[in-house]
């Protein structure tokens, strides 16, 4: 447990000039906290990389109370950020888009597109719906609801349980 602490926030983030330890995971800032930090949305973040600063600006914060569990911090609260890099139009490239005739196609979980990417959200959405329908508080369900979307932001996570919780669902 003492390992899974040390690398819980190993990120630095500049938050009105104070910096804080937390965690970015693509286009999500995780900051633990205490007293709440003065933060709202269009406001400007930055992540300490080295000599550099990178800039996000902030599209939607969360402020989760009690959310940390103590795990990897002291602080008791969770600040979640949904932020956009500002150089980010700088840095796309417009990915070729691909055309695809089908006709007669019979089958069942057929995947097409760009990427072999797999989306299960409607087996997300059924396990929400089990989540909803268990004996258990509001809070309780909610926070079940929140821990399942983040979890299943891990690819190699996404793919094992999809296929996991669509096998259980069948089988019920």
């Not at 990915?95 to 019979?106: R, V």
């Not at 959405?125 to 909610?142: G, S, V």
Request: aromatic share 4%; hydrophobic share 35%; with cysteine.
């Amino acid at each position: 447990m003492r390992r899974i602490n040390q690398l819980a926030y190993q990120e630095k983030f500049l938050i009105n000039e104070i910096e804080q330890n937390g965690q970015r995971k693509d286009n999500i800032i995780m900051i633990p906290y205490t007293d709440e930090p003065d933060i709202g949305i269009d406001d400007v973040i930055k992540q300490l990389s080295g000599q550099r600063k990178i800039e996000f600006k902030v599209l939607d914060c969360q402020f989760g109370k009690n959310q940390s569990l103590s795990i990897g911090t002291k602080h008791p609260h969770i600040l979640k950020l949904q932020v956009e890099h500002i150089n980010a139009e700088k840095n796309n490239t417009k990915q070729a888009s691909t055309s695809f005739n089908i006709t007669n196609l019979n089958g069942t979980n057929i995947q097409l597109g760009d990427g072999n990417t797999q989306n299960f959200i409607n087996i997300i959405k059924e396990l929400e719906d089990k989540i909803d329908k268990a004996q258990a508080t509001p809070q309780e369900k909610e926070e079940a609801k929140g821990l399942l979307w983040q979890l299943m932001d891990n690819k190699l996570v996404n793919t094992v349980v999809g296929t996991l919780a669509s096998n259980a669902i069948k089988s019920e």
